[in-house]
């Protein structure tokens, strides 16, 4: 990792995921001091080898567009499934690439893990991120598209810790090694999403603070912040609320030791607004606001 | 290439619990289908026989159930008690591919309809419910991806049905059940995508 690179970029402060709820709801504007877009869904897919692949909603986009004349952009794929073995989408890659180009986005992300596969020319979606064995392979595999996509967007590409709940067994790296060879081999940053750390720390029995101690914590340039909630047993990553009570000292924790964090980003599921009613959303933004400034 | 047999594996007991169950009970023998390596093999034996594999399942399953539902609303109201059995027939058939709403919808909806056609799915006024749902999605496609404008009388569908629609769509958009009388006249509703938001009206004989 170009670390000088993270250095130069610009510190965007506390953000909000865009959802068609924050469309709705002006009480947060002004709480937010930048906005995160899922690019994925402002426009329909084709699929790889489509003639006119892309095809952009207007209205959303229009409505992103007037957004993006207030507030900086950042964007954060969801159909890239960089883990994939029989796939890598670079028709995706060229896409994102436009996109961080037309809004001017400081970084791109997207997330460690796969859901798509290629099987005799069909594809399948899993319909949930899956995660990838920490091991070598994975290792090398990831490097390799790491420089293919570094090569086609111009500004820091990072990719986020995912939720798992299941742990392929005799994995030779734990997630923080594994997280910190994988930026220092590759030079991606790290999306930090606290929430999904808990979420893992709650379901299989360990501490999310062992975890950012490990973590070279230099290589994190977005933290994601959220709430979630009880299914079947497990704790989930449902983005349901307010930010879980337990991620606000992982966030101190994090802007205290991370030094190169550009930006905090709140999410939350558009389905569980009626818990934010009240200016919730901008507590919760103003709450992380808070520690922004105290601790960067 | 083992690692994309191990990852299809994976995905494919995700996608089909009947296979993770497959593997709880029989152990490798359930991923003979697959190119694997022996460690590979043993790790997702390891991955099926984990508590965690149910819920990774439950999750994927309503991800894919909630593009189809947001998508067709009322016909899936419609054929709740029969849709548990209906998607997963739908999904051996078609994986998705594409979970987006609006894609994702017309393909199912294009499905449902080849089934009720063919008598495999039996409900009454399903397709006509079918087809006013099917409908709003084609003029959501055309006007969001620019190849109708509001505006344009493109954006405008006139449907005629047997009898007045507007109570049965209702009591479906209220989660309750098909009347059991629907109004017996001949009626012809315009779906508008000229205005914003779109609307819905009876055409004045």
Not at chain 1, 62 to 91: K, M, N, Y
Not at chain 2, 74 to 88: A, H, M, R, Y
Not at chain 2, 98 to 121: C, H, N, W
Request: proline share 6%.
């Amino acid at each position: 990792m170009d670390f000088a690179r993270l250095q130069s970029l610009p510190a965007l402060g506390v953000g909000l995921l865009l959802n068609p709820d924050t469309l709705a709801s002006p009480e947060a504007d002004g709480a937010y001091q930048y906005l995160e877009v899922i690019p994925d869904r402002f426009w329909l897919d084709g699929g790889p080898g489509s003639s006119a692949r892309y095809r952009e909603l207007g209205p959303s986009v229009a409505a992103l567009d007037t957004l993006a004349e207030r507030v900086p952009i950042v964007c954060h794929s969801i159909g890239l499934s960089i883990g994939s073995a029989s796939l890598f989408d670079t028709g995706h890659v060229e896409q994102v690439a436009r996109w961080q180009r037309r809004y001017g986005c400081a970084w791109h992300s997207d997330h460690l893990a796969f859901s798509r596969l290629a099987e005799h020319g069909v594809e399948v979606n899993a319909a949930i991120t899956l995660p990838l064995t920490r091991d070598e392979a994975s290792l090398e595999m990831l490097v390799e598209r790491v420089a293919a996509i570094q090569s086609h967007i111009d500004v820091p590409f990072l990719l986020e810790n995912n939720v798992y709940f299941v742990i392929p067994p005799d994995e030779p790296y734990g997630e923080a090694a594994f997280l910190s060879e994988l930026c220092r081999r590759s030079g991606c940053g790290l999306l930090l999403d606290l929430h999904n750390l808990h979420v893992n720390a709650t379901n299989h029995g360990f501490a999310a603070e062992a975890v950012l101690d490990e973590l070279d914590l230099r290589h994190v340039v977005e933290v994601h912040i959220a709430g979630g909630d009880q299914l079947a047993g497990f704790y989930t990553d449902s983005h349901a609320g307010p930010v879980a009570d337990a991620v606000w000292p992982l966030l101190e924790r994090t802007l205290r030791a991370a030094p190169w964090v550009r930006g905090v980003t709140f999410e939350y599921h558009e389905s569980y607004a009626a818990l934010l009613t009240g200016g919730g959303v901008a507590r919760e933004l103003a709450r992380a606001r808070t520690l922004w400034e105290r601790c960067c | 290439m083992t690692l994309a047999a191990y990852q299809d594996a994976f995905a494919r007991m995700v996608l089909s619990p009947a296979l993770c169950l497959r593997a709880r009970a029989e152990g490798e023998a359930a991923f003979a289908g697959f190119e694997m390596d022996v460690a590979e093999r043993a790790r997702l034996l390891h991955i099926a026989r984990q508590p965690g594999m149910r819920i990774t399942c439950i999750l994927s399953r309503a991800n894919r159930l909630s593009s189809l539902v947001g998508a067709l609303p009322l016909s899936c109201e419609l054929l709740k008690p029969q849709l548990g059995e209906l998607v997963d027939r739908y999904w051996n058939a078609h994986p998705m591919a594409d979970l987006q709403s609006l894609p994702a919808g017309l393909a199912f909806a294009q499905y449902l309809a080849d089934e009720i056609e063919a008598g495999r799915v039996v409900a009454r006024f399903a397709l006509d419910v079918l087809r006013y749902e099917r409908a709003w999605l084609e003029l959501q496609l055309s006007t969001h991806t620019g190849s109708s404008q509001p505006g344009d009388d493109a954006a405008v569908r006139e449907l005629v049905f047997g009898f007045d629609p507007t109570p049965l769509l209702e009591a479906l958009g209220a989660g309750g059940p098909v009347p059991a009388m629907l109004p017996d006249s001949p009626t012809t509703l315009v779906l508008d995508f000229r205005s914003d938001p779109p609307q819905t009206r009876m055409l004045q004989e």
